[in-house]
């Protein structure tokens, strides 16, 4: 799967972690920043993402589009689209960017608003990812789980480096007798559930 890594996918993934690592030094205000998921994060949730079962693909929090382009991967191995919700103007521009340039639109559904005004009408989620503000991420859980097919997969970013601010929603899904979870050490850390 990541042999298949098409080189304008290539130049657009080093020019955003370029911009990512810039933004974290350089003073840039925190929302604008892109505060996108490490390398070995993206090829952590490609790989999740391309053994799940039938379902859909889901994305909270787009950003510039970089995780996007990682689940894409997963999507042209299983004939999937991945649909990703971005709340930001300026952010959707970027994402709009991203996926023209790496020559990935027909493979991104970009739904501009919040996703948890749309979450209850998606049945059958294979995989989610949720990378957004933290304070969503508990109402987030609790609409995506039920929703999640038998064997699917949300997994959240930040699990350890924002643990003390996720405590409560980690707490829940780590208790939670619907999935069976935990946290891996890879990035930021990543909360891993699996639907029962």
Partial sequence: ???TISQPMRDRMNDLEA????????????????????????KFIALLAATV???????????????????TLA???TGRTVTT???LEEKVKLAQETFQRAEVEPLVELIVGDARDYLP????????????????????????????VKGGLLVADNAINHQEVLKPMLNRALEDDRVDALIVPIGNGQLMCRKR
Wanted: glycine share 8%.
């Fill in 75 to 77: 999507g042209r191995e």
């Fill in 1 to 3: 799967m990541f042999h």
């Fill in 85 to 87: 919700f971005e709340l």
């Fill in 53 to 71: 079962p039938p379902g859909h693909i889901i994305e909270i929090g787009t950003s510039a589009g970089y995780s996007t382009m990682w689940l």
């Fill in 121 to 148: 009408t998606y049945k059958d989620i294979a995989f989610c990812f949720l990378d957004a503000e933290k304070d969503v991420y508990h109402a987030c859980y609790e609409a995506v789980v039920p929703n999640l």
């Fill in 19 to 42: 911009k990512d690592s810039q933004d974290r030094i350089d003073g840039t205000p925190r929302l604008q920043r892109l505060r996108q998921i490490t390398h070995d994060t993206g």
